[in-house]
């Protein structure tokens, strides 16, 4: 019913920058708040950084003073401006959207990406 589609991932050398976009499309009634997660190899999904309706933001102190979440409400779209990348960095960056979903009724909803791949090598 919710679909949430990353992109903008790449290859990049460390200190240089890369822009994330995801949308949702589908029965949308709202969306509360929008996410960035990434997983590197080996490791646990960790949590980036969040951005609610009304523009509150967290960022994990990891990437905090680099990155920058940002969101358009009336496109269901949120960006994640990656700067200063390191190497630890690399991993699948993947979006999370949770909300209200129209049906016959109204029902929550929680939903993900498929993630696209962040690579930060010389």
């Known amino acids: 019913q919710v679909q949430v589609v990353e992109s903008g991932g790449g290859l990049v050398q460390p200190g240089g920058s890369l822009r994330l976009s995801c949308a949702a499309s589908?029965?949308?009634?709202?969306?509360?708040?929008m996410g960035w997660y990434r997983q590197a190899p080996g490791k646990q999904r960790e949590l980036v950084t969040t951005?609610?309706?009304?523009?509150?933001?967290y960022y994990a102190d990891s990437v905090k003073d680099r990155f920058t979440i940002s969101r358009d409400n009336a496109k269901n779209t949120v960006y994640l401006q990656m700067n200063s990348l390191k190497p630890e960095d690399t991993a699948v960056y993947y979006c999370?959207?949770?909300?209200?979903?129209?049906?016959?009724?109204?029902?929550?909803?929680?939903?993900w990406g498929q993630g696209t791949q962040v690579t930060v090598s010389s």
């Open positions: 999370n959207a949770k909300g209200v979903v129209v049906t016959t009724t109204l029902g929550n909803f929680d939903s």
């Open positions: 589908g029965s949308i009634f709202s969306i509360a708040a």
């Open positions: 951005i609610t309706r009304n523009g509150s933001t």
